[in-house]
């Protein structure tokens, strides 16, 4: 193998223009994703452009013209490129599941414009015991102001979905109990896994204080998803005895599958600062480092936050400053995105974009921009190669030959 360790992460929503194909993908209301670029437009939205001196130095400004980021520097420690996604959705799980090798034809199905069903909310209500409030699209800390008191007071859960497809249920830590929520989410996944109401993930949502103006969640959600639908390259790395390491929610991505070991995280800076520690970590020689930074998504691009979402860029950016600073002679770092989400778009769904794909080592010497890829399996195909593995029937992807040869 070339590299020891590879340290892959994802940059939750964080695209760089629309997708070869976005005119096929639509926000609520049927505004079309052509046009979206979730980099370019939030740095558009930043007073002075946006500065992210380290990604600039790995090459960021080459894929595409980003206000305060120059591009034709001299990064020979590091290849740029943009990639396609060859799955149909534009959703976290499409998105980390084709980085491993899966194309999913058929998108997850959503519940964004209707809510639930009823005979689902019956269903349910009847399994908890507990009435069902919301039932609709909202954000999460806008439904506890609305709803919180109320689910206090009549002991009802507040039910809600996103343009995901996700069904989050909110309880109270003190009058319901994180045991209680979590056996509801149990239940509701059971019942989400027939064909009529199934969706992706279901969502524990628990969260503090005695009124609408103190609530605020807890970091004890728990995710309950469904295991990919074919092989991964984690479960490649993990049967052949390489350490698969995951931070952040991964691990409910993948329901755990091809994951040797998993760290909880309650931000960006908490999940940059665990991967610093795995980087450091004198036992873990070799294998796979798999992030994601989820607040970027959940915190900025789906609350329309151009300039909150800008700079938790900018403090990334000095984090993976440190990281780069701590990583071995044989390491790799990717750097990159699962969708996007541009703040300043119509509506408050994930857009269809590229992903920006930045790779550093030491060992690359001849690191430049490289034509933009039509799957982002090839990540995954990438570190297959790079560990003298190949992928298995079914499984996508093309290894990047620059970063391996």
Not at 68 to 91: I, Q, R
Not at 150 to 167: A, G, M, Q
Request: aromatic residues 8%; hydrophobic residues 35%; negative net charge.
């Amino acid at each position: 193998m070339k590299f020891k360790r590879i340290f892959l992460i994802v940059t939750d929503s964080a695209g760089i223009g629309n997708a070869r194909d976005a005119a096929n993908f639509h926000q609520v209301g049927n505004h079309s994703d052509l046009g979206s670029n979730t980099w370019k437009h939030i740095a558009e939205r930043m007073e002075n452009g946006i500065n992210v001196p380290t990604l600039e130095a790995l090459g960021l400004g080459d894929l595409d013209e980003i206000n305060g980021v120059k591009a034709g520097l001299n990064h020979k420690n590091s290849y740029a490129v943009a990639l396609n996604e060859a799955s149909n959705g534009k959703d976290t799980m499409t998105g980390h599941w084709e980085m491993m090798g899966i194309l999913t034809t058929k998108p997850f199905q959503t519940f964004t414009d209707t809510g639930f069903p009823k005979e689902l909310i019956d269903e349910l209500e009847k399994r908890t015991g507990h009435k069902i409030i919301g039932n609709k699209s909202a954000s999460g800390t806008e439904i506890l102001k609305e709803l919180g008191e109320e689910s206090i007071r009549d002991n009802s859960l507040i039910v809600y979905t996103s343009s995901d497809s996700v069904l989050q249920i909110c309880g109270h830590e003190k009058y319901l109990g994180l045991d209680k929520l979590y056996e509801y989410c149990e239940i509701a996944r059971e019942l989400c896994m027939k064909p009529e109401w199934f969706v992706g993930r279901i969502i524990a949502r628990p969260y503090v204080g005695e009124n609408k103006n103190e609530f605020k969640r807890t970091p004890n959600r728990h995710d309950y998803t469904v295991s990919p639908s074919g092989r991964t390259v984690m479960e490649i790395l993990k049967e052949k005895g390489y350490s698969v390491n995951c931070v952040g929610k991964i691990n409910d991505i993948f329901n755990g599958v091809g994951v040797t070991s998993t760290v909880h995280t309650v931000s960006n800076s908490d999940g940059m600062a665990k991967t610093l520690d795995l980087a450091k970590d004198s036992n873990f020689k070799e294998g796979l480092c798999f992030v994601n930074l989820v607040e970027f998504d959940s915190e900025y691009g789906h609350r329309r936050n151009p300039v909150g979402y800008g700079k938790a860029l900018e403090t990334f950016d000095k984090e993976l400053d440190v990281l780069i600073k701590n990583l071995r002679e044989n390491d790799l770092l990717m750097i990159t995105a699962d969708h996007g989400n541009d703040p300043t778009w119509a509506g408050t769904d994930h857009t269809r974009e590229k992903v920006p794909l930045i790779i550093y080592s030491k060992l690359i010497n001849d690191g430049k921009k490289l034509e933009d890829r039509n799957s982002f399996a090839d990540i995954g195909d990438t570190i297959l190669k790079n560990f003298n593995l190949t992928k298995e029937e079914g499984m996508i992807g093309e290894a990047i030959e620059e970063v391996i040869r």
